[in-house]
């Protein structure tokens, strides 16, 4: 009888992903800016989950190449399709899985270089209720936070992202309104719902929201099945 044994790594999100330059590249040959352009979302010693747009044209086999001005050499790594799946974007995350684990000397290097976000493990879950405003000429939704890191937040919601990538989050503070601009970098249907990842442009705004506790405000309560507040069930 054969033994196996498994070794659980932890991802690290990009903390900044427009400063990595991601390519899926053939798994042989080939030339330097060939393959597929791809946005790092988050890695581990053994894989890597990437952003891509789609429907993309993935090989079972590959190398990802990752190049940034904060490495000191260009980290060109074997691996193979895990899994793909596509969001209501039009983009697809894609997992790579290394056919060698990084060693523990060289994912260190990546960890040390600022790209990643070291204290990503630490995420709060929580259901604070807020407004969302994918553009203001289009209305206020309902929402709920339902997770929260320092880097960013999970949102859900009745609407997927539109075309811009900011959405402004409303949060009530001592009974005044105010308002946090975020960036989505992801989004997933759930049920009649979607689930958003979205990242702060500022940091002040992880310390606003945590100090909430769940909104008692009916404007911004649970859902409906039809993607409105309770209150306004028929």
């Known amino acids: 009888m054969s033994t196996f044994t498994t070794r659980c790594d932890r991802f690290f999100p990009l903390v900044h992903s427009e400063l990595v330059e991601a390519r899926l590249l053939p798994a042989e040959g080939g030339p330097p800016h060939a393959g597929l352009h791809a946005e790092l979302r988050e890695i581990s010693p053994s894989s890597a989950k990437l952003l891509v747009a789609g429907p993309p044209q993935l090989p079972s086999r590959c190398r990802l190449r990752l190049l ?20 209501p974007a039009g983009d697809w995350l894609v997992e790579c899985e290394f056919l060698t684990r990084m060693s523990d000397k060289l ?17 709060f879950q929580t259901r604070i209720n807020v407004g969302v405003e994918w553009a203001r000429q289009q209305g206020r939704l309902s929402g709920i936070v339902r997770d929260l890191s320092e880097g960013g937040l999970c949102l859900m919601t009745s609407q997927p992202p539109v075309q811009s990538r900011d959405v402004d ?10 308002r946090i601009r975020l960036k989505t970098r992801w989004s997933l249907s759930v049920g009649e719902n979607h689930l958003i990842g979205c990242q702060f442009t500022s940091g002040r705004d992880f310390h606003l929201l945590r100090t909430l506790q769940p909104a008692t405000n009916e404007q911004f309560n649970e859902y409906s099945r039809g993607g409105k507040p309770l209150h306004e069930r028929t």
């Open 68 to 87: 940034s001005s904060k490495l000191t050499r260009t980290l060109e790594i074997p691996a193979e399709i895990g899994w793909a799946r596509p969001n």
């Open 107 to 123: 994912f260190a290097e990546l960890a040390s270089s600022g790209l990643l976000e070291r204290r990503s493990a630490v995420r």
């Open 169 to 178: 989050v409303i949060a009530r503070v001592s009974q005044e309104e105010v």
